[in-house]
């Protein structure tokens, strides 16, 4: 009985984050961010990516430690349309987390004409009890 061993589509896609967030995903100036807890410990990295056909930015959160191992991991797109005059607006959040091996997200959201911020948190399982978090939490890419 012979045949090949087939490794889970996950796994391979966690490779790239392009590959997670699919077809015309592509990465954003100042959209790439280590995962780090707050001794230095890199556990992976957050990803921001954008489509300009869809118009719509993903978020992808990878590791580089644990990998195959479940571990509690987010992945965050916080969404604010630009200033609108007269009108206070609160920011959209789109969140993906739970306990994975290799990724959380892909978070997509459509965004032209809007400012974001990103986040990945990696939480490992009875290792250091600090989350590793990484992104940015200034707006930017403020599409036009």
């Given at each position: 009985m012979g045949g090949v061993l087939a490794t889970p589509a996950n796994a391979a896609a966690a490779r790239s984050p392009e590959g997670i967030c699919g077809a015309g995903f592509g990465r954003v100036s100042d959209g790439t961010k280590a995962v780090s807890t707050p001794s230095g410990r890199r556990y992976g990295t957050?990803?921001?990516?954008?489509?300009?056909?869809?118009?719509?930015?993903?978020?992808?959160?990878?590791?580089?430690?644990?990998?195959?191992?479940?571990?509690?991991?987010?992945?965050?797109?916080?969404?604010?349309?630009?200033?609108?005059?007269?009108?206070?607006?609160?920011?959209?959040?789109?969140?993906?987390?739970?306990?994975y091996k290799y990724y959380a997200g892909p978070v997509k959201y459509w965004a032209k004409q809007a400012c974001v911020k990103f986040r990945g948190t990696i939480k490992p399982?009875?290792?250091?009890?600090?989350?590793?978090?990484?992104?940015?939490?200034s707006w930017g890419n403020c599409g036009g």
């Open positions: 957050v990803y921001l990516l954008y489509n300009r056909k869809t118009q719509q930015n993903c978020v992808v959160t990878i590791k580089s430690s644990f990998v195959g191992t479940k571990t509690q991991m987010s992945a965050e797109l916080t969404v604010m349309p630009k200033a609108v005059k007269d009108t206070k607006q609160d920011p959209t959040v789109r969140r993906d987390s739970g306990s399982n009875g290792h250091d009890p600090a989350v590793a978090r990484g992104g940015r939490q």
